[in-house]
């Protein structure tokens, strides 16, 4: 069933917790990546070690006394673990690497991240970090090698480091009080790598990266500087790796830069999270969004078409056009010669009324105005220039035929803007949800506001504007009272004809509400 929230992407409110999730995602295969990295090069130490010990001691001793060379060997090369000041300094050096890692991390992801509209303004208020940001974002290649150099090398450091000092030393212990070698190793060895990958994904991963997602402006701007001398320091490597991926890349078909940056989704996102975070009101949300559509609309789209526009003759007495004026209390009125598709001009009304309290006779054909002329395939665009250029804010639309098709005034747009789903200019609401669920439906709905209020997506090729341009291009002719189709889960039904035009539908849901869905108007 539609709704106005499922338009509305995902609230702000719950920014947070997605981005938490994300960071997990992004974490949970480094970690893993990570753990088995260091598990593997411990144990391939520790028994290269054992075997070129247990080899030497064989030869020179015998087998016999050989277990006890081995044991006191493996004793004396585990550090003591009453040497606390050598311990204390082997836990800094490894929080050290863990915590640098986070930075890197850190680093990566908030400049990946980070929008460059904002990072532009930041710089353009004094930042000299948020304008090295945007440096390091132009250049992908060379800021992710210099990353990718940190994280290496300091994971190698710490895994190393880590196993040649705290594991032999947690083995030494274990194998003191009583172990077996080959038990004390594994588990000593094991335990260590365990609790520093812990370490590693939590304090070097995992928050960094949640930090990095929830202020990825400030995070970026902060560490850019360092970012930057790091990409000097290590200019010969970072430009090695840069050109290799970039030979690769282009082996893969991957040159050049990507394609939009921001799409209309994601723009539509950001106005459904301000909105849900109260930053715009709904009034606000619904008029940019109206504004994004005016643009993908045509003339045909905006204009009040022929039939429902009041036209002056020229040829009308005096009398017939003042009560013409009076009933149809409008500002300005197009003005034909008899009864042709010949308009000449338009009459504004409040010209007609000072010529007549001036002189007391009116010649309409000198007094209706110019205005500009625009095909009913031009652009929204393209008629708002035109009705700038108008003194009447009016425009005339013809067909490539040289047919008169109808009008497009300044308030035809401003009601493109502020949404024909609210109410025409006569007060008719285009939809109406009834007791029962279903929608009664105007024909001259726009298709595109008709789409977004009911969830549908419709398709860009379309040559239709309006839901009954849509019932046409269905049912391949003009329908009569009562017939109808089902499209997207709803049948539609004509329930009432205005002479030749249809006037009202009635929609009316033909599947559970779980199971309407996002499909595509075609």
Known sequence: MPSDEKSRGVPLARAAPEEDKRAVALTAGDGLL???????????????IDDI??????????????????????????????????????????????????????????VVSARPARLKVLADQGSRGAAMAIRLADEPGRFLSTVQIGITLVGVLSGAFSGATLGARLSGWLASHGLSLAAADALGVGSVVVAITYLSLIVGELVPKQIALRAPETVASKVAPAMIFLSRLAAPLVWLLDVSGRILLRLLGQSGKSGDA???????????????????????????????????????????????VEVIDVEDGFAEIRDQLRRTAQARLPVR????????????????????????????????????????LSGALDVIQA??????????????????????????????????????????KAIVRRHDGSYLVSGWTPIDEFADFMGFQIDTDRDYQTVAGLVLEEMKHLPDVGESFVMNGWRFEVVDLDGRRIDKLLLTSEVPPDDVGSRTLQ
């Open 34 to 48: 990570s753990l088995i990295g260091r598990l593997l090069l411990m144990v391939i130490r520790c028994q290269a």
């Open 262 to 308: 921001v799409t209309d989704e994601e723009i539509k996102t950001v106005l459904a999270e301000a909105h849900s975070a109260g930053v715009i009101e709904t009034e606000e949300s619904a008029m940019i969004s109206g504004v994004m559509r005016l643009a993908d609309r045509s003339a045909r789209a905006l204009m009040t078409p022929r039939r429902d």
């Open 337 to 376: 010669r008899n009864s042709s598709d010949e308009i000449i001009g338009v009459l504004l009304t409040k010209d007609f009324y000072d010529a007549l309290a001036s002189s007391g006779h009116v010649d309409i054909a000198a007094l209706a105005q110019e205005v500009p002329i625009v095909s009913d």
């Open 387 to 428: 009705i700038r250029r108008s003194r009447c804010h009016m425009v005339l639309v013809y067909d490539e035929y040289g047919h008169f098709e109808g009008v497009i005034t300044s308030g035809d747009i401003l009601e493109a803007i502020l949404g024909a789903v609210q109410e025409d200019s006569i007060g008719e």
């Open 53 to 110: 010990e247990e080899a030497k001691e064989t030869r020179a001793c015998g087998k016999r006394e050989a277990g006890v060379l081995r044991q006191n060997a493996y004793l004396s090369r585990s550090y003591e673990i009453t040497g606390f000041p050598f311990l204390l300094l082997e836990i800094s050096i490894v929080a050290i690497l863990t915590i640098l890692n986070g930075v890197l991390a850190m680093s990566e992801l908030a």
